[in-house]
């Protein structure tokens, strides 16, 4: 009996998370919904597929918070900039000397990302690096660095290039379809 106190709740809250799609039958989710569904791009982005995001460079000089609200309104975000093949590409289009889409805001320490605000495992850093709370992709073309968030530079915008089903989702879905299964 205690037992199927302990699997109700849980098997509700699966139900509820997976908005009805649980069936019964095999405990398996209807995952139908396809992923990596082409996004239309706003005008002016350029896409890179093989990193799936698209930038687009806003030449105008404002600084990094009017900068990540007019990424927003674009539907994006900042740029994040976390390997070196995106800095090559940005290079690539001039989007050098410009906002990127990290800070360390909260704690001074820990860089993160404006998309996720998860702390980032990777950026590609200028050697000498600068000071500052924002980011900003250095105009040499030599990497990332931290920058004033009041200072006006041009923004260098992000938007995915795919739709796609959240990972995390997924997992957390089949980790309680586990959980009902166990019980």
């Not at 019964?24 to 896409?47: H, R």
């Not at 404002?62 to 093949?85: E, H, M, Q």
């Amino acid at each position: 009996m205690s037992g199927l106190l302990v699997a109700l709740p849980l098997q509700l809250a699966c139900q509820l998370y997976s908005n009805g799609n649980l069936s019964y039958g095999n405990n398996s989710f209807d995952y139908t919904s396809a992923p990596n569904q082409p996004t239309v791009l706003p005008a002016g982005y350029t896409a890179f597929p093989d990193v799936g995001v698209a930038y687009k460079l806003h030449k105008n000089q404002v600084t990094w918070n009017t900068g990540r609200k007019l990424c927003v309104a674009d539907g994006g975000n900042l740029a994040v900039i976390d390997s070196f093949k995106k800095n090559d590409y940005v290079a690539s289009m001039k989007g050098l000397g410009s906002h990127v889409g990290i800070h360390r805001l909260f704690d001074n320490v820990e860089w993160v990302s404006v998309k996720t605000g998860q702390p980032l495992n990777f950026i590609p850093w200028r050697p000498d690096l600068g000071s500052g709370q924002c980011g900003a992709i250095f105009s040499d073309g030599k990497g990332v660095g931290p920058w004033n968030c009041n200072s006006v530079l041009p923004v260098l915008c992000e938007i995915p290039m795919f739709t796609n089903r959240d990972n995390e989702t997924e997992i957390a879905q089949k980790q309680m379809v586990a959980l009902v299964r166990n019980n």
